[in-house]
């Protein structure tokens, strides 16, 4: 049996990159997959790539109205909602660089972070609960949070705020939910230095490109960069019934960064 088959999953910022991974292994596992993001193009051609098990509807994960008229959809297709995945965020550098540290950082830039990383999340999870509340699924929401929400990052201080509240109200809601007496698990997810297009502009394609990507993980224990389905197996985890004991919890895909202070291997003789 599949891990996943028949659930019905609802992937935000799904057109690429982690979400795009996790619908991809969703679809595998036998969910059938909402495919969601403001690229439209992308995202359809996502949803057309996974097949008749997959399906795209257009979401601002910013706009309360576009959540309603999503899940609304969602359960009029498909009469339940069993998984959530608040995957969409920014870091606030899409456009180039832009002062994001304590000092400098101007109020509209630190609100647009915010609106698609926090806003999003508390929307998603809100209309998710009262979805799979109305179905009576045993549902599970899984928050695609950060390592920088678990550390201070100076040069990006509202995605690192933002990814911090995403880990604090990922346990509110496992709380609330059991308050309730709702089966409805979440759980959050901590990446870090994941392969997506986001680093390519730090990348580049020369030369010294492979030069630039160890240089990037010199503090990883592992020394590498962890790969968009290497998160998407922790997601068909805790989307899962294997994890129904799971709840409130976080789980760090860092290739151990946070494990302890950064340990570089010494040469052995040969």
């Known amino acids: 049996m599949q891990r996943l088959h028949q659930k019905v999953a609802l992937i935000t910022g799904a057109a690429r990159g982690i979400g795009e991974a996790i619908a991809r292994a969703f679809v595998d596992e036998g969910a059938i997959v909402i495919v969601t993001d403001i690229d439209h193009q992308l995202g359809t051609a996502v949803a057309n790539s996974l097949g008749d098990r997959a399906i795209y509807l257009p979401l601002d994960v910013r706009d309360e109205s576009a959540w309603q008229a999503?899940?609304?959809?969602?359960?009029?297709?498909?009469g339940m909602f069993h998984v959530l995945v608040n995957n969409a965020?920014?870091?606030?550098f899409e456009n180039g660089f832009v002062a994001h540290d304590p000092e400098h950082?101007?109020?509209?830039?630190?609100?647009?972070?915010?609106?698609?990383?926090?806003?999003?999340?508390?929307?998603?999870?809100?209309?998710?609960?009262?979805?799979?509340?109305?179905?009576?699924?045993?549902?599970?929401?899984v928050n695609i949070s950060s390592r920088s929400g678990l550390v201070g990052i100076p040069a990006a201080t509202a995605y690192a705020a933002s990814k911090a509240a995403v880990r604090n109200h990922t346990k509110s809601v496992a709380l609330y939910c059991a308050e309730q007496g709702l089966p409805i698990r979440c759980n959050s997810i901590h990446p870090a230095a994941i392969l997506t297009t986001m680093w390519e502009p730090m990348l580049g394609q020369g030369d010294d490109r492979d030069a630039r990507m160890r240089d990037l993980v010199r503090e990883c224990p592992m020394k590498r960069f962890g790969l968009p389905q290497e998160v998407a197996a922790v997601a068909v985890l805790l989307a899962s019934d294997e994890a129904a004991y799971m709840n409130g919890s976080e789980l760090n895909i860092d290739g151990g960064m946070l494990a302890g202070s950064v340990v570089r291997p010494v040469a052995q003789d040969s």
């Open 70 to 78: 999503v899940t609304a959809e969602v359960l009029q297709r498909f």
């Open 89 to 92: 965020g920014i870091t606030g």
């Open 105 to 141: 950082a101007s109020l509209p830039d630190w609100r647009a972070v915010l609106a698609t990383n926090l806003d999003g999340v508390f929307l998603g999870c809100k209309n998710a609960i009262q979805a799979m509340r109305k179905t009576a699924v045993r549902g599970s929401i």
